[in-house]
């Protein structure tokens, strides 16, 4: 079960889960161009290895996909922060997500602030990208 899954009262500050694979792909790259406007959107070439990189926007919108979340529980996205790519995720690697309960902080009686890590891993479990994600969460 994801992290994201449990009610309020079963979430603790240390609760990690993993997410499934998935392997990014040039259509998904060239799709999510269109999606946010440049519908000339190709990978992004490396120029130091030629190899065609998925965005990092990209990676983000995959690992809050790749989270199983349950929707009862979370009322809203509240802040995305210190959002650091740590390396690149080239077209062809396989993506994991890691999420880490950090915080607990009860708002009211109905709501509270969950504070977590998200990280994507590659296939060779390398740190691609880190950020702090506050969600909203129902009491």
Do not use: Y
């Not at 992004?44 to 998925?54: H, Q, W, Y």
């Not at 977590?116 to 129902?138: C, F, G, K, P, Y």
Request: proline share 3%; glycine share 8%.
């Amino acid at each position: 079960m994801s992290v994201l899954e449990k009610a309020w009262d079963e979430l603790r500050v240390g609760d990690e889960s993993m997410s499934g694979a998935r392997t990014i792909t040039a259509a998904d790259v060239v799709e999510f161009g269109r999606l946010t406007g440049n519908a000339h959107a190709q990978p992004a070439r490396e120029p130091r290895c030629g190899e065609d990189l998925a965005q990092g926007a990209l990676l983000l919108g995959c690992a809050f996909g790749l989270v199983a979340v349950n929707d009862e529980q979370v009322l809203v996205l509240r802040r995305l922060r210190d959002v650091n790519f740590a390396r690149p995720v080239r077209v062809g690697d396989t993506i994991r997500a890691r999420c880490r309960v950090r915080e607990l902080k009860p708002i009211n009686e109905g709501s509270g602030l969950v504070a977590s890590s998200l990280e994507i891993l590659n296939q060779s479990d390398e740190l691609a990208m880190r950020a702090t994600v506050e969600l909203l969460w129902r009491r």
